[in-house]
């Protein structure tokens, strides 16, 4: 079964400050989503890859999927508080999008 | 909007209990998901089902039930509750992935279940 590991399991920056969360997959990745879980609230998607080298940008977050590499990137510029949460890689191994995993989480804390 | 709906929020069960955990999304998804999150861990899936009437085990099945008499309702089925089941549940929807490109999943805010 594919297993998709994040790093780094937490992180705490600074506000204003930029940072990378990693999502490496042990298969080839025909679909890479990204979805952000705040504390007792359910997962909001933010982006989906599926084409290697693709890059998609939504406000100041941008993802990209490097196929060959089995892993995807999430780069936030200019963190502000609202960014704080645990960040989620999911995996689409199998070209269906029916049975997706998930990534255990990035955790990240902004401060003042 | 209201998207997906999981009701209830929190419950406290007692060992050997049974309950179902509802879920409706109004978004005429074909899709439809149940997942657990442990804490530290990802989502782990447990059933999900392609329409009305179609049901599949996912990765964690054991000690659950679904079924799905509608498009809109995938409810969750604990029979004897015992402590492993103590997580946060997630309910999640989709359109059907054989369109053009796979489509996003779409959750429900969860229900935090304890048993004891």
């Known amino acids: 079964s594919q297993e998709l590991e994040q790093s780094p399991q937490s992180l705490i920056v600074q506000e204003g400050k930029n940072l990378t969360i990693n999502c490496t997959s042990s298969?080839?990745?025909?679909?890479l989503y990204w979805y952000k879980q705040k504390y007792g609230e359910g997962l909001i998607f933010l982006m989906m890859?599926?084409?290697?080298?693709e890059e998609k940008s939504h406000e100041k977050i941008t993802a990209k999927l490097d196929e060959k590499k089995q892993q995807s990137s999430l780069h936030i510029t200019a963190s502000q508080p609202s960014h704080a949460g645990i960040y989620l890689c999911?995996?689409?191994?199998?070209?269906?999008?029916?049975?997706?995993?998930f990534g255990t989480g990035t955790r990240l804390q902004v401060t003042l | 909007n209201a998207g997906v709906t999981q009701t209830p929020k929190f419950r406290i069960l007692k060992i050997g209990q049974s309950m179902t955990l509802q879920c409706a999304q109004d978004?005429?998804?074909?899709?439809m998901y149940w997942y657990r999150q442990d804490p530290g861990m990802g989502l782990k899936l447990i059933y999900y089902?392609?329409?009305?009437?179609?049901?599949d085990k996912g990765e964690v099945p054991n000690g659950y039930n679904v079924s799905r008499s509608t498009t809109e309702d995938f409810p969750l089925r604990l029979e004897l509750a015992a402590p492993s089941q103590t997580s946060v549940y997630f309910c999640?929807?989709?359109?059907?992935?054989?369109?053009?490109?796979?489509?996003?999943?779409?959750f429900g805010d969860g229900t935090r279940l304890s048993i004891l």
């Open positions: 999911g995996a689409d191994s199998a070209g269906t999008a029916s049975k997706l995993t």
């Open positions: 890859l599926q084409k290697g080298g």
């Open positions: 999640a929807s989709s359109w059907d992935h054989r369109g053009p490109g796979n489509q996003p999943q779409h």
């Open positions: 978004m005429n998804h074909n899709y």
């Open positions: 089902s392609v329409g009305a009437g179609i049901t």
């Open positions: 298969k080839t990745l025909y679909g």
